[in-house]
């Protein structure tokens, strides 16, 4: 008996909070203390982004402009998503953003995993190198876009010398940032250097779920490296490849902050993708009402695709 | 991962294989680098060097960026020069050799003040509603709980200029426009999403034989949840916290529309530090390096819980 009532008090060293408190709570069933305790997040988020979104639907739905906040609200029904979807500058925007997501995606993914694969081979040294490479997608997008458009001006930046010592162009003879058929390729480039360590994370944790017996048995079986590479790596890494897929898919269709730096979606409208074209019709022309039709179909997109995404995701993923 | 002992050698890479990976891994990695590590060598460059063509990479290492972007300077006559005493300082020292004197400290500071403000605040309040939160999801049977944890997750799919329209009319109705406190609780609802789901399942791994011995000796369910799992879950919060940090240290889209002076942070700031003539490279090198410097150091303290930050708690390794 002695010797259980020690045991006990070395594990929790029954220190009582304030006496007030425990009153109070003591009372509490589970189920009142679970809603004590999700409902301020659920509070919190009803408030700053549920109510916001809200509104903007209301907002779609008139002819409200931010900077005139004292003239009259008119409903309009959905004029706006009718415009929207009939005007050529948005499709336009929504191609850019596609070349955009399609090739950053597609880079980073061959990159990450070619890098993940190398990795896996465990030389020595390569928890250093890792967190090396992870470094870039760490950093603030803004002050990447930033610093990348020092290291692209045609006079004095680094990689217009580094192109220009490769290929013996003059450096000074291209523009990453100021041509049209370059631009779209700059702001891939600077995507890629980012976020390729992102793709490379998660494809590394793939391929590490993957059981060493599994090889065993193929080693057994005498199958070729590459037949291993493609009927065990490959299919097995794949619902984490896939995971990389929609998390970088979802982030770059939304990208906003490293483009508005590096071009601010010039020269023209070559590099607009649809967040730049959104925060001009909001914040700059203040056409409130068309650009909360714009925000809620990039939503309804965002969100419906995604959905699509995990469903085949978890098909992958039972297979 | 046991893979390192003998019995899996037949699967183990062969000597040359690994040192070509490691070989091709080492390249990339000073590839990626070189941005970085030229970024902070500009960061020390006197503004000739900076743009010098072609690029210089050995230089007569100078502190003018570092002092161009704490102050700011004014252009002065000689005369005006023969009346002041001995410079003050080393910036003093610097800005007179360009024919300038300190006028005073630059908007930089206050910005890097607000960043830290608003990122200390915002993170302090995620960790707290998400540690609760997650809690209650982890432990107890709620009502709807896989929608309402689907839920929060999806209010960080839409895209933040969306959310920024509706927020700065918000905002400029109840007075939060261009404060610290609007800032802090947007980042704060932005960061509880994340806090939650990487919660959730840090406490989850916390045997629940533990609080319950707790409440068989007499504790309430909520000591036990101070006394027991709080304790047992430092790493997960101390991992969540620094995620938290990091996004709202980083934050560019809603800081760079919904605030314009007084509760400005740095990342708006930095891209627009003008000097005479042009950007001033090597002060907005400074900028950035100082600006990176933290992030740099939390990447290192994080970089076992990284794959669960970044993918929501999805994959734990």
Redesign the interface.
Do not use: C
């Given at each position: 008996m002695n010797d259980l009532s020690t045991s006990?008090q070395i594990?929790?060293?029954?220190?009582?909070?304030r006496p007030g408190?425990?009153r109070r709570?003591?009372g509490?069933s589970?189920?009142a203390?679970?809603?004590?305790?999700?409902t301020?997040?659920?509070v919190?988020?009803l408030?700053?982004?549920?109510?916001?979104?809200v509104?903007?639907i209301y907002?779609s739905f008139t002819n409200y402009r931010?900077n005139r906040a004292n003239a009259p609200t008119i409903w309009l029904g959905a004029d706006w998503y009718q415009s929207i979807l009939t005007d050529p500058d948005i499709w336009a925007a929504m191609q850019v953003t596609a070349h955009f997501v399609v090739w950053t995606v597609l880079i980073e993914t061959v990159l990450g995993f070619g890098?993940a694969f190398?990795?896996d081979?465990?030389?020595?040294?390569?928890g250093l190198?890792?967190?090396?490479?992870?470094?870039?997608?760490?950093?603030?997008?803004?002050?990447v876009?930033?610093?990348?458009t020092?290291?692209y001006q045609p006079?004095?930046?680094?990689f217009n010398?580094v192109v220009a010592f490769f290929t013996g162009r003059e450096?000074s003879s291209f523009q990453m940032l100021g041509d049209v058929t370059l631009s779209p390729w700059a702001i891939v480039i600077v995507d890629a250097?980012m976020w390729?360590?992102?793709v490379m994370?998660?494809c590394?944790?793939g391929l590490?779920s993957i059981p060493?017996y599994i090889?065993?048995a193929a080693?057994v079986d005498r199958a070729s490296n590459w037949r291993q590479f493609w009927s065990i790596t490959l299919p097995m890494a794949l619902p984490?490849i896939m995971?990389a897929v929609l998390?970088r898919g979802?982030e770059n269709?939304?990208m906003?902050?490293m483009v508005?730096?590096l071009t601010g979606g010039g020269p023209g409208s070559t590099t607009e993708v649809?967040?730049i074209t959104?925060?001009r019709a909001?914040?700059e022309s203040w056409r409130?009402g068309y650009?909360?039709a714009f925000?809620?179909i990039?939503?309804v997109t965002?969100?419906g695709l995604?959905n699509i995404y995990v469903k085949a995701l978890n098909r992958v993923k039972s297979r | 991962?046991s893979?390192?002992n003998a019995a899996?050698s037949?699967?183990e890479?062969s000597t040359s294989?690994?040192?070509f990976?490691?070989l091709?891994?080492?390249l990339?990695?000073i590839i990626?680098?070189?941005?970085?590590v030229?970024?902070v060598l500009?960061s020390f460059k006197s503004p000739d060097d900076?743009?010098?063509?072609?690029?210089k990479v050995l230089f007569k290492p100078s502190l003018e960026g570092y002092c161009n972007v704490f102050t700011t300077r004014s252009r002065q006559t000689p005369e005006f020069f023969q009346t002041l005493g001995p410079p003050q300082g080393l910036c003093d020292n610097i800005a007179r050799s360009r024919n300038m004197v300190v006028a005073g400290p630059s908007n930089y500071v206050p910005r890097f003040i607000n960043s830290l403000i608003i990122a200390f605040g915002s993170t302090a309040l995620a960790v707290a509603?998400?540690t609760?939160?997650a809690?209650?999801?982890s432990?107890?049977?709620?009502p709807l709980k896989d929608d309402?944890l689907f839920?929060?997750l999806?209010?960080r799919?839409?895209?933040?200029?969306?959310?920024?329209?509706?927020?700065?009319?918000?905002y400029?109705t109840v007075g939060l426009s261009d404060t610290r406190l609007g800032m802090i609780?947007?980042y704060?609802?932005v960061n509880?999403?994340l806090a939650?789901w990487l919660l959730k399942g840090f406490i989850d791994e916390i045997p629940r034989e533990y609080e319950e011995?707790?409440m068989i000796?007499?504790?309430?369910?909520?000591?036990a949840f101070?006394?027991?799992v709080l304790p047992q879950a430092t790493t997960g919060i101390a991992a969540t916290a620094i995620f938290c940090l990091?996004f709202a240290?980083?934050?560019?889209?809603f800081a760079?529309?919904l605030t314009s002076g007084n509760a400005q942070t740095a990342?708006?700031f930095?891209?627009i530090i003008i000097g005479e003539g042009g950007q001033d490279?090597p002060a907005?090198?400074a900028g950035?390096t100082i600006?990176?410097v933290p992030?740099?150091v939390?990447?290192?303290l994080l970089?076992k819980h990284?794959?669960r930050g970044?993918?929501f708690g999805?994959?734990r390794?």
């Open positions: 006990s594990t929790y060293q029954a220190v009582p909070i408190t425990i709570i003591r509490l589970d189920q203390l679970a809603w004590l305790f999700i301020p997040t659920i919190l988020l408030a700053i982004n549920i109510f916001p979104l509104w903007t907002l931010a890098l190398l990795i081979k465990k030389f020595r040294g390569h190198w890792t967190t090396i490479i992870l470094l870039p997608m760490m950093l603030s997008p803004a002050v876009g930033n610093f990348w020092f290291l006079q004095i930046g680094l010398y450096a250097w390729t360590p992102y994370l998660i590394l944790a590490r060493d090889y065993e080693e984490f995971l998390f979802i269709f939304k906003f902050d508005n730096l649809a967040s959104l925060k909001a914040f409130t650009s909360s925000a809620i990039l939503f965002v969100f995604a | 991962m893979a390192s899996h037949v699967v890479p294989a690994r040192r990976a490691g091709l891994v080492i990339y990695a990626t680098m070189v941005p970085l030229w970024i500009t900076a743009i010098s063509y072609p690029p509603l998400g609760l939160a809690y209650g999801f432990r107890f049977r709620v309402l839920f929060i999806s209010t799919m839409m895209p933040p200029i969306a959310l920024a329209i509706p927020i700065y009319l918000m400029r609780l947007l704060t609802s509880v999403s939650v011995a707790a000796d007499g504790y309430t369910r909520f000591q101070v006394k027991v990091i240290w980083n934050e560019y889209a760079v529309l990342p708006p930095i891209p490279w907005v090198a950035t600006f990176l992030i740099v939390f990447t290192v970089r990284l794959l970044i993918t999805a994959v390794k």
